[in-house]
């Protein structure tokens, strides 16, 4: 019969888990997006601050265990119990309970590791410790080949033991989050500080789109569009190019702004490497004009510049151009617009 692994000791488990480290995988970012998905559906998210993929499998540059770290951080005051039992009841298991902290995995079998691995880390507000470390790797590559040496060279010494290897990159790890919170100020403090917590607007509230919300983000984009006045005949070759499908928001980043948990505005967009291409920024029309545009803007790039994207691509009319260079995205050219063939405004921005 086989035994199960409550009744597995503590060595036996390191022998069934070892330390394992491996080049950077592409797939490894697909993997955190589509647990992201997942757990924004089944997660109380007006409760949730951020929902983050940390550790060394989010740095591009570096090896590491095939395990992909999530934080979870809680808005302040709020219990993590309810959250706690949601995550239990969908595959995850809470391997350690200390103080505010829960740190839970899902993938790991009696038979060793599933193919995709998670660690999931439940925090309260501001304690995000590995959002630092994570950004100053991604800025210093030398810091980070550093780190890549150090964890190669305790990976066979610690293979068995998991506690010791976490241990010996304690010292580096608590060095450069220093040097990355002196050098970052309050990138992620604490709610209602620095630029972070991108899920919140003063007059609404942000969430990942759903497949089916792409009809509903469909007619915003059109009646966005028709507010400047194009005739039908622009406007019936809009909707055949521009509508947004369920295959584009289940494949790619697109996020809505709710007013009065209704859709009000969306945004969405193409990541490659450090960068993007904008390919949807659009506001209902009865929330033109009210200040929701720059709202969306400050929310896209925070949003960029919390997932390591540098620079930012896209076309639009030359009605909307005055918005974006407001912003601060400068013209890079003009392209032909695939709607009637006209030349319109390229723009570029650097996050």
């Given amino acids: 019969m086989e035994r199960q692994m409550t009744e597995l000791s503590l060595e036996e488990l390191w022998e069934l888990f070892p330390i394992f480290l491996t080049r950077h995988s592409e797939e490894w970012k697909g993997w955190y997006e589509e647990e992201a998905r997942c757990l924004e559906g089944m997660l109380p998210m007006d409760r949730i601050r951020r929902l983050e993929h940390v550790g060394s499998t989010s740095v591009e540059t570096i090896w590491a265990k095939p395990i992909i770290d999530i934080l979870v951080e809680m808005e302040p005051g709020e219990d993590m119990g309810a959250v706690r039992t949601i995550l239990e009841q969908n595959g995850y298991v809470c391997m350690l309970e200390k103080e505010d902290r829960l740190s839970f995995n899902k993938g790991y079998t009696p038979k060793g590791f599933a193919e995709r691995v998670y660690h999931l880390h439940l925090r309260q507000d501001g304690d995000n410790d590995e959002l630092y470390f994570r950004d100053y790797l991604r800025d210093y590559p030398d810091v980070a080949k550093d780190y890549e040496a150090l964890k190669l060279g305790l990976w066979k010494q610690y293979e068995h033991d998991r506690d010791a290897y976490t241990d010996s990159k304690g010292e580096f790890v608590r060095k450069y989050t220093r040097k990355a919170k002196s050098l970052y100020g309050e990138r992620y403090g604490k709610s209602g500080r620095g630029k972070s917590g991108y899920g919140k607007s003063r007059c609404g509230k942000w969430r990942r789109a759903a497949a089916g919300d792409a009809d509903g983000l469909s007619r915003i984009a059109r009646e966005s569009e028709a507010h400047w006045g194009f005739d039908e005949a622009f406007m019936d070759t809009f909707d055949r190019k521009f509508n947004i499908t369920r295959e584009f928001i289940e494949k790619h980043p697109v996020f809505v702004f709710l007013k009065d948990e209704a859709p009000a505005a969306f945004w969405g967009v193409v990541t490659e490497g450090d960068g993007c291409g904008l390919e949807y920024f659009?506001?209902?029309?009865?929330?033109?004009?009210?200040?929701?545009?720059?709202?969306?803007?400050?929310?896209?790039?925070?949003?960029?510049?919390?997932?390591?994207?540098?620079?930012?691509?896209?076309?639009?009319?030359?009605?909307?151009?005055?918005?974006?260079?407001?912003?601060?995205?400068?013209?890079?050219?003009?392209?032909?617009?695939?709607?009637?063939?006209?030349?319109?405004?390229r723009f570029c921005c650097c996050l």
Avoid: N
């Fill in 282 to 345: 659009y506001i209902a029309e009865a929330y033109l004009g009210k200040g929701y545009g720059r709202q969306m803007w400050e929310h896209l790039t925070c949003w960029c510049g919390e997932h390591g994207i540098r620079e930012m691509h896209f076309v639009t009319s030359w009605e909307a151009a005055g918005f974006y260079e407001k912003m601060g995205a400068q013209r890079d050219g003009e392209a032909v617009s695939v709607i009637d063939g006209r030349k319109i405004p």
